[in-house]
């Protein structure tokens, strides 16, 4: 996946995916489509350099094929493969 800059008050990965690993504030971690309660009004990351922010965050990295060519183009993006992604559920 080609890196790019990560775009200016998108955060589509801080609201789209969920995040099962403890995040301040989110003990037991985020559910999909709910936004982080790290992000600030301008959607920017309190933790981000901080040992206490979660380890899938920091390995994140923007680039094409997430991110795409617009914020909601990325939150499309990322939703789709919270649901390709996501365990099945037993339905019986």
């Known amino acids: 996946m080609k890196t790019m800059e990560c775009r200016t008050d ?4 801080c609201i789209a995916p969920s995040i099962s ?3 301040p504030g989110m ?3 985020k ?3 709910i936004r982080c309660i790290q992000l600030t009004d301008d ?3 309190r933790i981000f ?3 206490t922010r979660p380890r899938v965050c920091s390995s994140l990295q923007p680039g094409f094929e997430m991110c795409g060519s617009t914020a909601a183009e990325a ?5 789709e493969w ?5 365990p099945e559920r037993d339905i019986s």
């Open 31 to 33: 559910p999909a489509g």
């Open 21 to 23: 690993s403890a995040i």
């Open 49 to 51: 350099g901080s040992d």
């Open 82 to 86: 919270e649901l390709l992604t996501r």
């Open 27 to 29: 003990v037991n971690g």
């Open 10 to 13: 998108c955060a589509a990965c």
């Open 43 to 45: 959607n920017r990351c």
């Open 75 to 79: 939150m499309a993006r990322l939703a």
